[in-house]
């Protein structure tokens, strides 16, 4: 079974301190689909970004990154000057394939990290 | 282009009391998916539907119903409720499912959510 693991419950940063959310998962596919996602005080789930398991390369949009480690099966994103609007909760999920590579969006999600920046 | 709509927003139930948590998308996605929010753990799979007149089970089915009554609808049944079943359902949808692209998986649009609390 997939499993995905955000050891860190909670950060507290000062504004514009970078800060990195781990994310490690458990598969036995070789295809399978990384996301991460942010939760707002508001409630709602927004997407970030999405990755593949056979594209490592890295992504950097705006004062995010992302850096996809096959080796070590981790996803970790990165806010670089984090800001007060940074602030909610970041979930790190994985969905697996069938034989032919086709996703039919099954989300395992890891326990979510809560992230707050202080002015 | 509401994107997600879930009714209600806050619900109180009885144990016992059964109830209806009502999704609809107006985004012509073939897939669509309850998740249960509790603390510490995430969002669970509860239910999913990969297309118009298919469901299948997530993680955690037990005490739960679905139908989706078109391809816009996707609502989800608590037959008799628990005190465990308080938790904050979520709604998503998405492009993916048995039309679904081979190597490539969509993210997927939230609802804001029904906060249940079962007494």
């Known amino acids: ?119 | 282009n509401a994107g997600v709509t879930q009714t209600p927003k806050f619900q109180v139930l009885k144990t016992g009391q059964s109830m209806t948590l009502q999704c609809a998308q107006d985004m012509n996605h073939n897939s669509m998916y309850w998740y249960r929010q509790d603390p510490g753990m995430g969002l669970r799979l509860i239910y999913y539907s990969a297309s118009e007149g298919t469901t299948d089970k997530g993680e955690v089915p037990n005490g739960y119903n679905v139908s989706r009554l078109n391809k816009r609808e996707f609502s989800l049944r608590l037959e008799s409720a628990a005190p465990s079943q308080t938790s904050v359902y979520f709604c998503a949808s998405s492009e993916d499912g048995v039309i679904a692209v081979r190597g490539f998986s969509y993210e997927q649009y939230f609802g804001p959510g029904t906060r249940l609390t079962v007494t």
């Open chain 1, 1 to 119: 079974a997939q499993k995905v693991t955000q050891a860190q419950t909670e950060i507290s940063v000062v504004e514009k301190e970078d800060v990195t959310l781990d994310c490690v998962y458990e598969t036995r596919d070789t295809t399978y689909y990384l996301f991460w996602y942010k939760q707002p005080p508001s409630g709602e789930l927004v997407f970030l970004i999405r990755r593949n398991s056979f594209d490592e390369q890295n992504e950097i949009s705006g004062r995010y990154s992302w850096n996809f480690q096959k080796s070590t099966s981790s996803f970790n994103f990165t806010i670089t000057a984090s800001q007060v609007v940074d602030s909610a909760v970041y979930f790190c999920a994985l969905s697996e394939a069938d034989a032919g590579g086709t996703s039919y969006g099954k989300l395992t999600f890891g326990q979510g990290t809560i992230l707050t920046v202080h002015p």
